[in-house]
């Protein structure tokens, strides 16, 4: 025996909200789901559509700078720097602005507009192209996304000939405003060890003047990369971790036997450093690189002689870019 055909009306009419059309009366319906009910175009044409509403809007109508999405994830693929690509699980923020008299976005499209682009390789550029699609089908005057994800790659050892998987937390950033100016940010997590040179000195002392043994004190310590990029330029994941390792020189290490773990002691020996020589350290490199128009870079040094930690911030400077007012120093703690 078939279904009766669902009573449609030429425009959808709301149950709860003011419209165009009278109020559909709330009747007693089952409480059952209808596993074998297709939804044909026609039933698709009558489903309330909140842009339809009027006098919707509750609390303030003024406009919203940002609404969107957080946390939604999806398998991409990132290129690596000798052209082989990795799929790897993504996190994505979406948001646009929305102005006064209008309701809300529908968010379910910030996902189909990602979903449209899933099996291409995935970069800054791609994101902006990502963020104009995204844009002009979503709507509001201005937008932004971020895809946020783990980048895997192979460490050696410094000694004994072992390799493993060293992983850094990587986001890619765009936003797109009303006069269609694009800015592109790339942002990356380095952990290093620090060891503090005022506590090699004092070691040092007890050493020269009582003969008495004392261990340095060092921490892991984090650093955050945002850069800006130039208008068309590229700056792989794998330059920036060099830079980074370039300056710093003391990254945390993966696979470690008795030697590994010795030269390990002497790279630090070898490269002392305050908090702020970390981030001179660092300014110092990505400043020399002219792919990076603006730089901000933040950095902890988790301090195991205190209950509390060291940090710092440099910007590269710019008029009218970063002014270093990082201040989420917790998500630093590694």
């Known amino acids: 025996m078939s279904k009766p055909t669902p009573n449609l009306t030429p425009m959808p009419r709301m149950f709860f909200h003011e419209s165009d059309q009278p109020a559909q009366p709330l009747n007693e319906v089952e409480r059952r789901y209808d596993a074998d009910f297709v939804a044909t175009e026609a039933y698709r044409d009558s ?21 969107g999405i957080s946390g939604f994830r999806l398998p991409l693929r990132f290129v690596s720097e000798d052209g082989s690509t990795q799929l790897l699980e993504s996190r994505v923020t979406g948001s646009v602005s929305l102005e006064a ?19 291409a ?25 971020k895809v ?14 072992l390799s493993g998987y060293q992983y850094y937390e990587v986001s890619y950033q765009a936003s797109l405003d009303a006069k269609g100016t694009l800015r592109r940010f790339v942002i990356f997590d380095f952990v290093y060890s620090s060891a503090c040179p005022c506590s090699a000195e004092l070691s040092e002392h007890a050493r020269a003047t009582r003969n008495v043994y004392a261990i340095p004190h060092s921490q892991r310590s984090k650093a955050r990369i945002k850069l800006e990029l130039t208008d068309g330029a590229t700056l792989s994941i794998e ?29 630090n020996g070898a490269y002392i450093k305050f908090v702020e020589d970390a981030a001179r350290l660092l300014s110092e490199q990505f400043d020399a690189d002219a792919r990076v128009k603006d730089f901000e870079i933040a950095c902890s040094h988790l301090e ?19 002014v270093a007012d990082f201040t989420d120093f917790e998500s630093l703690i590694c």
Request: with cysteine.
């Open 47 to 67: 489903l309330p559509d909140m842009s339809l509403t009027r006098n919707a809007i509750q609390g303030a109508n003024v406009p919203i700078q940002q609404v």
């Open 101 to 119: 008299n209008i309701k809300g976005i529908n968010m379910s499209r910030i996902m189909r507009t990602f979903y449209e682009h899933q099996d």
């Open 121 to 145: 390789a995935f970069t800054p550029e791609m994101l902006a192209t990502i963020l104009r699609d995204y844009q002009a089908t979503v709507g509001g005057l201005n937008a932004r996304l």
């Open 148 to 161: 946020s994800f783990s980048y895997p790659m192979i460490q050696q050892s410094l000694r004994s000939g």
């Open 239 to 267: 330059e920036i971790q060099r830079h980074c390792l370039h300056a710093l020189k003391t990254e945390t290490q993966v696979m470690v036997k008795r030697e590994d773990e010795q030269a390990f002691a002497e790279l």
């Open 304 to 322: 195991s002689l205190h209950s509390h930690d060291a940090i710092s911030v440099i910007c590269k400077g710019v008029p009218g870019g970063f």
